[in-house]
């Protein structure tokens, strides 16, 4: 009985378990040192599965994360077997051959525009019929955008400049099976799919919507107040990085994750509350080549 009281109150005074990782940055002096888990602990930093020990090390992996997604080559999900919109709506008795000819000859003179606007704009076939097929064409569902509003209740999910230049809305989220319907108005961006997975650790399904429903939403979600800061003028990665470790500090964030997304490179910084930075993305992978990252963080 006493000895169990004796080591009730040695538990009692047990430290807290830290880190047993050593630094994720290779050039940190405190890496081989024994007590090295024990240095700054309550201000650790982690950028995704890496622990930092200070600031200086946090930077250099906010560096690596960056240059690493720069690097990645560029995904090509599309559908290349896809059937021809217009020879779907031909099968399903909606248009004739001959309008087909007349909406590419006005796609041709013009130059914009897909071929399902210019079936629409000419007559030929209604919005609805025209979403029917593109989802047809992508193997998913059509998604009734006015007839919920899910996508105003998820819109903080994802940067309305992301929203905007990929041409999709977060339209349900599903808490208990981690899974998103995101809709599209023309066609499936699968690569900014992945990046939506990779960055909430969720499952998506693409859908459909009608392209004036899916107008009318984006609006409404643009309308809402923001909380994601685009950055422009850093087109360089320290200074990115040195942005992201000042807005990580100011938060006194617990961790990050960074992604590809289209033109942008998105970090989003997890804390008590999420903020979300945008840089645009100028780089080609064979122009990074991680030249400026000689060290490996």
Not at 160 to 169: E, G, H, P, V
């Amino acid at each position: 009985m006493l000895a169990e009281t004796l080591r009730a109150r040695l538990r009692a005074f047990e430290l807290t378990k830290f880190e047993g990782e050593p630094c994720a940055n290779p050039n940190c002096h405190q890496r081989t040192k024994v007590w090295h888990g024990y240095v700054g602990h309550g201000t650790q930093f982690h950028c995704g599965s890496e622990w930092c020990c200070s600031p200086e090390c946090f930077e250099a992996a906010i560096r690596h994360a960056i240059c690493k997604v720069i690097a990645e080559p560029r995904r090509n999900w599309a559908r290349g077997h896809r059937v021809p919109l217009g020879l779907l709506l031909v099968a399903e008795g909606v248009i004739d051959h001959t309008s087909v000819r007349t909406a590419l000859e006005a796609q041709r003179k013009h130059s914009h525009g897909r071929i399902g606007y210019w079936l629409r704009k000419l007559g030929f076939a209604t919005e609805q019929e025209i979403a029917k097929a593109v989802a047809q064409q992508w193997s998913c569902a059509v998604y009734p955008l006015h007839a919920s509003a899910g996508y105003i209740a998820n819109a903080e999910l994802i940067p309305i400049a992301l929203l905007k230049s990929r041409r999709m809305l977060p339209v349900h989220f599903h808490r208990e099976t981690k899974t998103l319907h995101v809709a599209f108005s023309d066609a499936v961006d699968y690569p900014a799919l992945h990046a939506v997975e990779q960055m909430l650790d969720c499952r998506t399904i693409p859908c459909i919507a009608r392209d004036s429903h899916f107008g009318s939403a984006l609006s409404a979600v643009e309308a809402l107040p923001q909380n994601d800061v685009v950055v422009e003028e850093a087109e360089e990665v320290h200074p990115m990085a040195r942005i992201v470790r000042s807005h990580f500090v100011r938060f006194r964030a617990r961790d990050l994750k960074v992604v590809r997304c289209g033109e942008y490179i998105w970090v989003r910084i997890l804390g008590k509350k999420t903020m979300d930075l945008l840089f645009r993305n100028k780089w080609k992978a064979q122009e990074i080549a991680l030249k400026g990252e000689k060290q490996p963080l």
